[in-house]
């Protein structure tokens, strides 16, 4: 639904904002663009919902070229920006009819669309109020009806959530799961990690114009962070003396009631890994997978590709 090769964007004669990005978004899924305030992330969007021309490279959306094809690519894609941009004067159901004739809506259309978002929002009770009289997360969901009022496949959610409370956060990411059961393809420029890591089927990390890595969560920790642990946790401290380890299994570490181990086929091999441990003789409280987050993975490769040492 989404496919760019060596998309790229030059400014001022010499700074590539966007250089050489290659994405490829399958219907209904959703890919969170990380990275720091300049990487890229909102030119790349830009890009790709045609109000940028690309410098060198190309971007299909939808099925369209976005060169060749501007006027269907934001036919077929509903932005959300970081400024969600409301009219607070206008109240909710006008602010929907407004945008509702903006993408060309016969009035028949206009008004069962916009019903339907009022409604599937949980803020039809609040269509006659003034936009400006919304909650933040009122506001944030009146701009995703905004979005979707011409029932586009393919959805450029810049921020999200920024700068709002836990609260309001919650809801628009129950919001944005829920439009991704509805088959339509995501991408989320978001500062938020546990957001992305909620919410993204992969995950694009991109810094100064070029994409550093691009995946799944799992293939990222494993490119990353290495082969996954599991860490076997004994009653008390005793001496587990030599393991005959099966084959695949690493020791990573040890102390006196723990053992950390790294695997590389859980699936076929942690069976054996437990009955060899049961076998020692000793009372195994417990065996599980070490905790791995988006944020290690995100904070080691910044950090390498800033030249500098990371600290988990």
Same mark, same amino acid.
């Given at each position: 639904?989404?496919?760019?090769?060596?998309?790229?964007?030059?400014? &001022?004669?010499?700074?590539?904002?966007?250089?050489?990005?290659?994405?490829?978004?399958?219907?209904?899924?959703?890919?969170?663009?990380?990275?720091? &305030?300049?990487?890229?992330?909102?030119?790349?969007?830009?890009?790709?919902?045609?109000?940028?021309?690309?410098?060198?490279?190309?971007?299909?959306?939808?099925? *369209?070229?976005?060169?060749?094809?501007?006027?269907?690519?934001?036919?077929?894609?509903?932005?959300?920006?970081?400024?969600?941009?409301? $009219?607070?004067?206008?109240?909710?159901?006008?602010?929907?009819?407004?945008?509702?004739?903006? *993408?060309?809506?016969?009035?028949?259309?206009?008004?069962?669309?916009?019903? $339907?978002?009022?409604?599937?929002?949980?803020?039809?009770?609040?269509?006659?109020?003034?936009?400006?009289?919304?909650?933040?997360?009122m506001k944030q969901k009146l701009a995703l009806a905004r979005a979707l009022i011409h029932d586009p496949s393919v959805l450029l959610l810049d921020e999200p959530t920024s700068a709002m409370d836990p609260e309001s956060s919650?809801?628009?990411?129950?919001?944005?799961?829920?439009?991704?059961?509805? %088959?339509?393809?995501?991408?989320?420029?978001?500062?938020?990690?546990?957001?992305?890591?909620?919410?993204?089927?992969?995950?694009?990390?991109?810094?100064?114009?070029?994409?550093?890595?691009?995946?799944?969560?799992?293939?990222?920790k494993r490119i990353v962070l290495g082969p996954v642990e599991y860490e076997a946790k004994f009653a008390h401290d005793f001496d587990?003396?030599?393991?005959?380890?099966? %084959?695949?299994?690493?020791?990573?570490? =040890?102390?006196?009631?723990?053992?950390?181990?790294?695997?590389?086929?859980?699936?076929?091999?942690?069976?054996?890994?437990?009955?060899?441990?049961?076998?020692?003789?000793?009372?195994?409280?417990?065996?599980?997978?070490?905790?791995? =987050?988006?944020?290690?993975?995100?904070?080691?490769?910044?950090?390498?590709?800033?030249?500098?040492?990371?600290?988990?």
């Open positions: 639904m989404i496919e760019t090769n060596d998309l790229s964007k030059q400014f &001022n004669g010499d700074f590539w904002a966007v250089d050489g990005v290659n994405l490829c978004v399958e219907p209904g899924k959703i890919l969170a663009l990380l990275g720091q &305030n300049g990487a890229g992330k909102t030119t790349t969007v830009r890009m790709l919902n045609a109000l940028l021309k690309p410098t060198r490279g190309w971007a299909r959306v939808a099925g *369209y070229d976005v060169t060749k094809k501007p006027q269907a690519i934001r036919a077929n894609v509903g932005v959300l920006t970081e400024q969600h941009g409301l $009219y607070m004067r206008m109240t909710g159901e006008e602010y929907l009819e407004f945008f509702g004739k903006v *993408y060309g809506l016969d009035p028949q259309a206009r008004k069962r669309r916009s019903d $339907y978002l009022l409604q599937y929002f949980g803020i039809a009770e609040a269509a006659q109020r003034r936009c400006g009289e919304y909650s933040k997360g919650r809801l628009v990411r129950d919001e944005i799961a829920r439009l991704q059961s509805s %088959q339509r393809t995501i991408i989320i420029c978001t500062h938020n990690l546990a957001e992305a890591e909620a919410l993204a089927d992969s995950i694009a990390i991109i810094y100064r114009g070029k994409i550093l890595l691009n995946g799944t969560l799992d293939e990222l587990t003396g030599e393991l005959n380890l099966p %084959q695949g299994v690493t020791l990573a570490s =040890r102390s006196a009631d723990s053992i950390r181990f790294q695997v590389e086929a859980p699936q076929a091999v942690n069976p054996l890994l437990v009955k060899a441990l049961a076998s020692r003789n000793a009372p195994l409280v417990s065996f599980q997978e070490v905790p791995r =987050r988006l944020e290690q993975v995100y904070l080691k490769t910044m950090a390498e590709a800033q030249g500098v040492s990371y600290a988990a």
